[in-house]
């Protein structure tokens, strides 16, 4: 297994460009997330599925859109790229539906910068 | 929603030394996790740890849920063991969602 995989590793957006992170997990896992980390800081997130056709806002979903059309893929959409959404982003998985532990993993990033 | 605090914020420790690293939580909790973020960015599963005491070679964790608090151990430690670790909770009836901690970085002198 993969894992949980993202793309691209880096991007430079300039202010105002819009872009799409990718990621997908090949777990079959039911639930997926989300995350931020700015320099010094623990992750925080912005949104999270619990399932293919539900998502809802986490911490700070301001400036972001997600879909979830399938179990695997769950891309996050950046539309007026700003400043302030420099960061390095994290997608996870968890839950397999039945088990009792709940334990997420995550992909290896994607580092953004907003110019 | 829950609050996770991380101390000592920051350890310098010499090759070899062991260390204690401690995360307290607000509220009762279903999941708490540990991560070690590399000096890559990559963060790495350690411990799935919401009650009772784990072990994984020079590492362990113990979760003591009652009293709203974890730890983790390091022995022995090694340059390798430098970056941050992250402690992350999922309070009950919080959906699965994890609420991090902002870490404790350590940094471990040859």
């Known amino acids: 297994n993969a894992g949980v995989t993202q793309t691209p590793k880096f991007r430079i957006l300039k202010i105002g460009q819009s872009m799409t992170l990718q990621c997908t997990q090949d777990m079959n896992h039911n639930y997926m997330y989300w995350y931020r980390q700015d320099p010094g800081m623990g992750l925080k997130l912005i949104y999270y599925s619990v399932g293919a056709g539900i998502t809802d806002k986490g911490e700070v979903p301001n400036g972001y859109n997600v879909s979830r059309s399938t179990t695997e893929d769950f891309p996050l959409r950046l539309e007026l790229a700003a400043p302030s959404q420099t960061s390095v982003y994290f997608c996870?998985?968890?839950?397999?539906?039945?088990?009792?532990?709940?334990?997420?993993?995550f992909g290896p990033g994607t580092r953004l910068t907003v110019l | 929603g829950i609050q996770v605090e991380q101390s000592p914020p920051d350890l310098i420790l010499q090759e070899g030394a062991n260390s204690t690293l401690r995360c307290n939580f607000s509220?009762?909790?279903?999941?708490l996790q540990w991560f070690h973020q590399n000096p890559w960015g990559q963060l790495i599963n350690l411990f799935y740890i919401p009650s009772g005491t784990k072990q994984n070679g020079r590492l362990s964790a113990t979760t003591v849920a009652t009293e709203r608090y974890s730890l983790l151990y390091i022995s022995s430690s090694q340059t390798t063991d430098s970056g941050v670790y992250f402690c992350?909770?999922?309070?009950?009836?919080?959906?699965?969602?994890?609420?991090f901690g902002t870490g404790t970085r350590l940094t471990i002198i040859p």
């Open positions: 996870a998985s968890s839950y397999l539906r039945g088990l009792p532990y709940n334990e997420q993993f």
């Open positions: 992350a909770v999922e309070a009950n009836f919080g959906n699965e969602k994890l609420t």
């Open positions: 509220d009762s909790v279903n999941n």
